[in-house]
């Protein structure tokens, strides 16, 4: 997801976005412990996903 996308969401927009996220993510280490993942790259870029939308909200917030 681009940052332009992220920045012209509303925060309860972004909340759920980071739920679902973390949900993903949640699954995708279950699943690389039962040897399912095929793109072990995967979970960096969740997290990072998560981090720049985390970033967003703040900035957000503190605006």
Not at 4 to 13: H, L
């Given at each position: 997801?681009?940052?332009?996308?992220?920045?012209?969401?509303?925060p309860?927009?972004?909340n759920?976005?980071?739920?679902?996220?973390?949900?993903?993510?949640?699954t995708?280490r279950?699943?690389?412990?039962?040897?399912?993942t095929?793109?072990?790259?995967?979970g960096?870029?969740?997290?990072?996903?998560?981090?720049?939308i985390?970033?967003?909200?703040?900035?957000?917030?503190?605006?």
């Amino acid at each position: 997801m681009k940052t332009k996308d992220i920045i012209n969401k509303t925060p309860a927009d972004l909340n759920q976005l980071i739920a679902t996220k973390r949900e993903i993510l949640r699954t995708f280490r279950f699943g690389k412990a039962g040897a399912k993942t095929k793109n072990v790259k995967e979970g960096r870029a969740i997290r990072k996903e998560i981090a720049q939308i985390m970033t967003v909200l703040t900035q957000k917030k503190n605006a």
